[in-house]
């Protein structure tokens, strides 16, 4: 006996959305072969009604009021595409009380309520889905859930978000500061006109998270994430970094370490020679160390219409599958069984960034003179902080002919960050140190 198509609600059928409409149309034999019956997108609610009929045609029914999808006692599944915290939560824990499943690639959601959510879902017996949350079309998710279950995870480092990395390949490539080019990518496109959450790191760190907590079975946390973006990033720094045999990543990392969890979004060094160096553009890459199966990579596109549909069908044909399971067989949302989690956070605790343990890069413009190289690696040496390499530039080639000034530059090996923070205050306050020190912390990811 055939089962009857599962019903679908959709909720906000912009690009994200039309990318699911369309993909489930053009595969749809494929697609139910795989999950057992058919997946129908049944009722669409979008605030402008004419364009998603243009998507959706005659067949489906679109109204304006995402309540009436929820409502309507057909629908088996939600899928939430509007985004941000505000009116998506409040539809998302609707839904879910009126015993909907739920997928979204909310990612902003999950990072900052996704205790809330997934504790509601389990009360009611649905599932939240949310491949399409971290790295669009890059089956992550399923990877840290499922494929990896076995492992003890140590560290995942990720490029997870497409706008940065474009304007860092970019910066790199054409020797050009981060507001020209951030200027272009708006202009193209690549970046949004409010890019913000991009290009602070905040998109990044969301994602982060979500997979912090499923890496390390601790609650999604994003409160406690270090979040630096990439606007101070200068063409200099990366000039530098590739001399040095590095090039500059926007990475989100989350480590283990010996007092508990580092979760972290801010610019690295990564030396060029390791594969997630060389993800250029608006891809995305993400690196997993997990103790069994060693170092794994994902690479792929994180956004647009039908990478991040992708995701989304996936989880679909998931609940598509498991509709009728047990509650208690299903996948757990976060990996690990939910009460399980808030134990884990006390032995686990996600540190503050001056416990992080990290090596750096850091630039200091000093007056071109001698004794200037004894006294910053003097003050380095008396903390215990110990120098991988130094690269001191000619004064002509940084301040033009005749310049009395120079750049200093110094790689240090592992170091705490409060350490870090201590002698850069005293180096900061040398007379002859004459501009702000630029700090990047430095990835080897071996
Ligand atoms: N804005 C994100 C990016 C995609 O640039 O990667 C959605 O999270």
Redo the contacts with the bound molecule.
């Keep these: 006996m055939t089962m009857k198509p599962i019903q679908v609600g959709l909720l906000g059928i912009g690009t994200v959305g039309s990318g699911v409409f369309n993909v489930l149309q053009r595969n749809q034999d494929e697609i139910s072969r795989r999950a057992g019956r058919g997946i129908e997108i049944a009722m669409v609610a979008d605030l402008d009604v004419e364009r998603a009929k243009s998507v959706v045609g005659s067949k489906v029914q679109v109204v304006n009021d995402a309540r009436a999808v929820i409502a309507n006692p057909d629908i088996d599944i939600v899928i939430e595409l509007i985004g941000g915290y505000g009116v998506a939560k409040a539809l998302v824990l609707e839904a879910i009380a009126a015993g909907k499943h739920v997928v979204t690639a909310n990612?902003a959601l999950l990072a900052v309520h996704g205790t809330e959510i997934f504790a509601a879902a389990s009360a009611k017996g649905v599932m939240v889905a949310f491949e399409a949350a971290v790295a669009?079309g890059i089956p992550i998710i399923k990877a840290l859930r499922e494929g990896l279950t076995a492992n003890r995870i140590q560290w995942i480092a990720g490029i997870?978000?497409?706008?940065?990395n474009f304007i860092l390949s970019e910066m790199r490539d054409k020797g050009l500061d981060f507001d020209v080019v951030l200027k272009e990518a708006q202009r193209l496109g690549y970046a949004e006109a409010d890019p913000t959450f991009?290009i602070e790191g905040v998109?990044a760190a969301h994602k982060a998270t979500i997979m912090s907590a499923i890496a390390f079975g601790i609650p999604v946390q994003f409160d406690k994430a270090y979040v630096e973006g990439i606007t101070k990033l200068g063409a200099a720094d990366i000039k530098y970094a590739e001399q040095l045999g590095y090039r500059i990543k926007l990475l989100g990392i989350t480590k283990r370490a010996e007092k508990g969890i580092e979760l972290r979004v801010h610019p690295s060094l990564v030396p060029s020679k390791r594969l997630i160096a060389n993800v250029e553009g608006?891809m995305?890459a993400v690196v997993v160390q997990g103790d069994a199966v060693g170092t794994t990579l994902y690479y792929g596109k994180?956004?647009g219409s039908e990478p991040t549909a992708s995701a989304v069908i996936a989880d679909l044909v998931d609940i598509a599958r498991l509709h009728t399971a047990d509650p208690e067989h299903r996948v757990p949302h976060l990996a690990f069984q939910p009460h399980t989690l808030t134990d884990a956070m006390g032995a686990l605790p996600v540190l503050p960034m001056s416990e992080v343990v990290t090596s750096y890069y850091l630039r200091l413009r000093v007056a071109d003179q001698a004794g200037v190289l004894a006294k910053v690696t003097g003050l380095l040496a008396e903390a215990g902080v110990s120098i991988d390499a130094v690269l001191q530039r000619e004064a002509d080639e940084v301040g033009g002919e005749g310049s009395t000034q120079t750049d200093l530059i110094i790689l240090t090996h592992d170091t705490r960050e409060g350490t870090m923070d201590a002698v850069i205050a005293q180096m900061q306050a040398l007379p002859t140190v004459l501009a702000p020190i630029t700090r990047i912390r430095k990835e080897e990811l071996n």
């Design positions: 990612k669009g997870i978000n497409g706008t940065t991009d998109d608006a995305n994180g956004a």
